[in-house]
């Protein structure tokens, strides 16, 4: 089996709140053993995007574990999106290295939402697809050489955001749909939606904590009940 080389999990403990578990594993690894009806995610796809689901899954089992519990089929439903088990939620993300799972019991959170992005700057002309205007003024006052990374950075949370929101929502977003206000000396951001969504007040917002490694972003976003 292949070996990570970078242990996600020990560097980002301090992005995940006491009561959430965070698993990880290496899609280029052989295929893990599948359970139950996970298999019928599989039967159509490439042979990336089956490794890509098994890795997936395998992570959140090795969540489930921190948390003490057995391991449990992480089914698919719409969009793609995980289906967790009663008493569970949870979130994974995806890079052609690395499948990151979060997954908590806590029954004060009602969705989590995690997301992993290569340390890249945005290209210029995306900035605007990917920003709202207060986001787009908040890049303006940071210096010309970080407005890419920033931008970046701002795409990685709203993935996170979107994630979480659609465990209750069911709604896929635009990018203009969520206002990010970003607090860099404390790594976290608020996620203000700028439209209405089924099963969520409209003044809710979500809070979110980010990490900046040398290769990566990654923002974990956290819906309370």
């Known amino acids: 089996m292949i070996q990570q080389k970078f242990n996600f999990p020990e560097f980002l403990g301090h992005l995940l709140p006491e009561t959430v578990a965070m698993g990880a594993a290496d899609p280029r690894a052989p295929m893990p053993r599948l359970m139950g009806d996970e298999v019928l995610a599989i039967e159509q796809v490439s042979t990336a995007r089956a490794r890509e689901f098994g890795a997936g899954r395998q992570a959140a ?10 391991p449990r089929p992480v089914l698919q439903g719409n969009e793609q999106a995980p289906l967790w088990p009663a008493g569970l939620t949870g979130s994974i993300t995806h890079s052609d290295t690395t499948c990151l799972a979060v997954v908590t019991d806590a029954p004060e959170i009602a969705a989590l939402g995690i997301d992993l992005e290569p340390a890249t700057a945005l290209e210029p002309s995306l900035w605007p697809v990917v920003c709202t205007m207060p986001e787009m003024n908040w890049l303006a006052r940071l210096g010309p050489t970080q407005r890419g990374n920033f931008a970046q950075l ?3 949370a709203k993935h996170a955001v979107y994630k979480a929101q659609f465990q209750t929502s069911q709604r896929v977003l635009d990018f203009q749909d969520v206002t990010l206000e970003i607090e860099l000396q ?3 951001f608020t996620a203000r939606f700028n439209r209405e969504l089924p099963d969520i007040a409209p003044e809710a917002t979500l809070s979110g904590r980010f990490v900046i490694l040398s290769s990566a972003f990654v923002a974990l976003a956290e819906l309370a009940r």
């Open 186 to 188: 404390t790594s976290r």
């Open 61 to 70: 089992r090795g969540a489930m574990a921190q948390l003490g519990l057995g």
């Open 154 to 156: 701002i795409l990685c």
